[in-house]
Structure formats: C-alpha cells, structure tokens
T-cell receptor, first 111, second 114 residues
Framework: DARVTQTPRHKVTEMGQEVTMRCQPI?????VFWYRQTMMQGLELLAY????????DSGMPKDRFSAEMPDATLATLKIQPSEPRDSAVYFC?????????FGPGTRLTVT | AQTVTQSQPEMSVQEAETVTLSCTYD???????LFWYKQPPSRQMILVIR??????QNATENRFSVNFQKAAKSFSLKISDSQLGDAAMYFC???????????FGKGTRLHILP
C-alpha cells in the first residue's frame, strides 16, 4: 500500500532555529505539493513541483521558507529562521494527473 | 479566480442516518475535477471521492455519493448509513484541467451522534 511519508511527525523548536521537514512521495507520482494548515487560514498551498521542477511557490514567505526536491524520492521544506507564527501542521502530498495523496503531516510548534 | 465555498462550518447526524454536506464553487472553466477529502482527528487527509466535470453520472463510493449540478456549480456529498468513523472534517476541493493545483474549501466538521 503505497503512501506519502513525512518526517518528523512532530517538531518543537525555539524561535530563530532552522527547521527542515522531509517528504518521500509515492513512487511514480510526478507532482509534489507542500501545504500548511492552521485554524485561522485553513489549508494553504505553499509550493509545488512537477517532475522535480518548482512550478509555483507564490504561497511561501520567500525570505524564510525554501522548498527543494534534490531527487525524485525526497522533497524538503526548510524554515530559517523560524517564528512562532509558523506553528502549524505542514502536509506534503504527491499526485498523478487525477488525484493528490497526502502524507500524515508534520506538526510544528515554534516557541 | 476559482473559489470553493462550504457554507456549513459544522453539522451533526444521528448514527445510521443520512447526511448531505454542501459545496459550491465558482469557475469560468468547463473542464475540471471536484473532490471531497476527509480529515479525521488523526489529521490524515483522505480522498473520499472524485468527480470529473465532463461526466454527467454522479460518482459513488460505497456509502458516499455526490450530487453534481454543473450548471448550478454545486457539488454536495451524501453519506448514507452514517457511522461513528465518519466523524471528521470534510473538505470540498476543485482543480482545473489546466493546472495541478487544488483549491480547498474551508471545511465542514461532521459530528456523528450515537
């Protein structure tokens, strides 16, 4: 049963620290998405890739967030420096033409 | 710009009863996809059902079915024989044929009453 995996599942860090979240998409999926979910804003698209190329990162604060796909089996989302307002659940999803499948999420708490 | 609206922030239904969750969307496209995702307390986002706009027949997956009204831009989800495990946040979502991005509604929290 193929699924998207994300690490870590939980992360607590202090303001100013660097945070790196990792995602392993489903083998064969050519699109990868990063979302952020908060109570106030709901589900927001931060960035997405097709065939490892970044297509849209307009939802991402450029000064502190970066997203990369160093290879087809790994996508990363990095926050440097982290701030309390970054506290949220971060989801990775991978997809085919028809559907997206979500990972379990990383719950980030920045104190 | 495309938007997805779920007008019911919360709903409750008695176990074994039927419930319908509403969703409307706004688009000028003619070819697109619509989805319902379920997010239980575990936070995992689970695809429940998908509808292609070019198909007139409503999609069905076991106890889950949709009522797709293209002219009205309405896409409701019906859950029959509700079970305790159906308690979750349900998100309606839209995607055009020209783009990979999915636009999500704000969600409807569904409570199942035993």
């Amino acid at each position: 049963d193929a699924r998207v995996t994300q690490t870590p599942r939980h992360k607590v860090t202090e303001m100013g620290q660097e945070v790196t979240m990792r995602c392993q998409p489903i083998l064969g999926h050519n699109t990868v998405f990063w979302y952020r979910q908060t109570m106030m804003q709901g589900l927001e698209l931060l960035a997405y890739f097709r065939n490892r190329a970044p297509l849209d990162d307009s939802g991402m604060p450029k000064d502190r967030f970066s997203a990369e796909m160093p290879d087809a089996t790994l996508a990363t989302l990095k926050i440097q420096p982290s701030e309390p307002r970054d506290s949220a659940v971060y989801f990775c999803a991978s997809g085919t033409y028809y559907e997206q499948y979500f990972g379990p999420g990383t719950r980030l708490t920045v104190t | 710009a495309q938007t997805v609206t779920q007008s019911q922030p919360e709903m409750s239904v008695q176990e074994a009863e039927t419930v319908t969750l509403s969703c409307t969307y706004d688009t000028s496209e003619s070819d697109y996809y619509l989805f319902w995702y379920k997010q239980p307390p575990s936070r995992q986002m689970i695809l429940v059902i998908r509808q292609e706009a070019y198909k007139q027949q409503n999609a069905t997956e076991n106890r889950f079915s949709v009522n797709f009204q293209k002219a009205a831009k309405s896409f409701s989800l019906k859950i029959s024989d509700s079970q305790l495990g159906d308690a979750a946040m349900y998100f309606c979502a839209y995607r055009t044929n020209r783009d990979d991005k999915i636009i999500f509604g704000k969600g409807t929290r569904l409570h199942i009453l035993p």
